[in-house]
């Protein structure tokens, strides 16, 4: 790519989704490693950011997250259809709550860059979404946290006819 930004790392993370977020976390509390993120969306927090506004976690907040940075406070709810048991965090918290670990954590480190707004184009390279300006990363492992491709309904198309039917025809 001919005018494209070089950089450099000993990591490029694709995705800051919880996997990526925690694989890095792990990278800047136990090792020396530099790393470059970079990700679709405009903040961390992966399909968080396409969710509907009233989910939540599925399961105790202090079980998701980073290794350095409990999310939620380990508590159980008083009331409401949780109460008795341990917090859900929302979506906006869970936004909030990788949007800190970025910015307070991996940051301020000075071994992590990040590039929201970014496409992956494989063989070493992104592009800006907005921009288009192009980037080539010379890394020594390329680490793609966006695998497990997880998508939520608000940013698929809806299924066809056909296929509907085929679902109906199971229940």
């Known amino acids: 790519m001919p005018n494209a930004k070089r950089l450099s790392a000993d990591y490029l993370v694709v995705g800051s989704g919880a996997m990526g977020m925690a694989f890095t976390d792990a990278l800047v509390t136990e090792t020396s490693a530099t790393v470059l993120m970079i990700d679709r969306h405009h903040r961390p927090g992966g399909h968080w950011n396409d969710s509907y506004p009233y989910v939540r976690l599925h399961q105790p907040s202090a079980f998701y997250g980073v290794n350095s ?6 508590v159980k709810d008083r009331t409401g259809w949780n109460a008795g048991l341990y917090e859900l965090a ?13 910015q307070r954590q991996f940051l301020p480190s000075g071994r992590v860059e990040y590039f929201p707004r970014c ?17 080539e990363v010379r890394a020594q492992k390329v680490v793609d946290a966006t695998s497990m491709r997880v998508s939520v309904p608000s940013v698929r198309a809806a299924p066809s006819m056909r296929s509907r039917r085929a679902c109906a025809a199971w229940r």
């Open 69 to 74: 940075k409990p999310l939620g406070e380990d």
């Open 119 to 135: 496409e992956w184009l494989g063989d070493g390279r992104f592009a800006s979404i907005p921009s288009g300006r192009a980037y």
């Open 90 to 102: 929302s979506g906006a918290e869970v936004l909030a709550y990788f949007d800190h670990v970025m």
